[in-house]
């Protein structure tokens, strides 16, 4: 039940490499949080254990110029106020991963991915991910891992990889995506509408346009 209350912003890594663990109940408040800023650095953020958060109340962002990865793990969650950003400077990547029976991330804005560097986020089988008023906006650069549903409201761009059978609602459209399932998969796509060139790529990975 330990509290580290931080009124400013927490920087993981600003221009070498750092790292944060926070675990067993641990709860940190900021107003904002970046993690690998400058070139050349690389920040690592682990959260752990039930009841373990991290509280942010303006905007997140893994990976700047630098390397950032983020892992929520074994029921531990995170809320943040505004948007999440990975990937989003080029020459930089990010990597979110949300592991473990329970984990939460809630994203009050919107989810930017892989605007300028790789990006990846993981969602594990038993892990929850909802965005409040904002959406997926997935550069080239962008990959999701699907191991459960995702409570977004649009999806624009990059590469979804649909790991496990599930059904993905999408309220208010879907653009630029690519689907990629597993052989043996069964997704179900609820969405009204399916703009530019977004395809599937099923089983083998033969492609082809959404219809």
Do not use: K, R, Y
């Given at each position: 039940s330990s509290?580290?209350?931080?009124?400013?912003?927490?920087?993981?890594?600003?221009?070498?490499?750092?790292?944060?663990?926070?675990?067993?109940?641990?709860?940190?408040?900021?107003?904002?949080?970046?993690?690998?800023?400058?070139?050349?650095?690389?920040?690592?953020?682990?959260?752990?254990?039930?009841?373990?958060?991290?509280?942010?109340?303006?905007?997140?962002?893994?990976?700047?110029?630098?390397?950032?990865?983020?892992?929520?793990?074994?029921?531990?969650?995170?809320?943040?106020?505004?948007?999440?950003?990975?990937?989003?400077?080029?020459?930089?990547?990010?990597?979110?991963?949300?592991?473990?029976?329970?984990?939460?991330?809630?994203?009050?804005?919107?989810?930017?991915?892989?605007?300028g560097g790789p990006a990846q986020l993981t969602v594990g089988p038993n892990a929850t991910v909802m965005l409040d008023n904002g959406g997926i906006n997935a550069g080239p650069n962008a990959t999701l891992n699907l191991f459960a549903a995702i409570d977004p409201l649009f999806q624009k761009g990059g590469t979804l990889n649909v790991k496990t059978t599930q059904t993905q609602n999408f309220p208010a459209y879907v653009s630029d995506a690519s689907f990629v399932l597993n052989a043996g998969v069964t997704y179900t796509l609820n969405t009204p509408v399916i703009l530019g060139a977004s395809q599937f790529a099923i089983g083998t990975g033969n492609s082809a346009p959404c219809v």
């Open positions: 509290l580290w209350q931080i009124t400013g912003a927490l920087v993981v890594s600003n221009a070498a490499s750092g790292a944060l663990n926070i675990a067993s109940d641990g709860t940190v408040p900021d107003s904002s949080l970046a993690s690998g800023v400058a070139a050349d650095s690389a920040g690592i953020i682990t959260l752990s254990g039930t009841n373990s958060s991290l509280i942010i109340t303006g905007t997140a962002s893994v990976g700047g110029a630098g390397s950032g990865e983020f892992s929520i793990l074994n029921g531990a969650s995170v809320s943040i106020g505004s948007d999440l950003n990975i990937g989003e400077t080029a020459g930089g990547s990010g990597n979110v991963d949300i592991e473990g029976a329970s984990g939460t991330l809630f994203i009050g804005g919107n989810l930017n991915m892989g605007a």
